[in-house]
Nanobody, 113 residues
Framework: QVPLVESGGGLVQPGGSLRLSCAAIRRDLFVAGWYRQTPGKQREMVATIARDSTGNYADAVKGRFTISRDDAKNTVYLQMNDLKPDDTAVYYC?????????WGQGTQVTVSS
């Protein structure tokens, strides 16, 4: 069973918005943030969120993306505004449990006119 379930990707025009969701199926799995990857490149951090909901962002997305969490639903969201073609990637959420990393299955975000 996939420990992290992502949703919300899709095709959007430049300047548009999307909201990604990542739900952990276990209450003791801490959802820590979002990463993205394009073909031939390493996976890179997009945004992380601490237990107190403090967000940390990659320079490329500061001011456009907002990460948030709903502890009651054990879900982390990534609100993406003013999307650019360079934001096109597969987005993965990452979680931690008992010293191990867990990844979602990935959701494709395509920004194109």
């Amino acid at each position: 069973q996939v420990p992290l379930v992502e949703s919300g990707g899709g095709l959007v025009q430049p300047g548009g918005s999307l909201r990604l969701s990542c739900a952990a199926i276990r209450r003791d799995l801490f959802v820590a943030g979002w990463y993205r990857q394009t073909p031939g490149k390493q996976r890179e951090m997009v945004a992380t969120i601490a237990r107190d909901s403090t967000g940390n962002y990659a320079d490329a997305v500061k001011g456009r993306f907002t990460i948030s969490r709903d502890d009651a639903k054990n879900t982390v969201y990534l609100q993406m505004n003013d999307l650019k073609p360079d934001d096109t990637a597969v987005y993965y959420c990452k979680g931690y449990r008992m010293g191990y990393d867990y990844w979602g299955q990935g959701t494709q975000v395509t920004v194109s006119s």
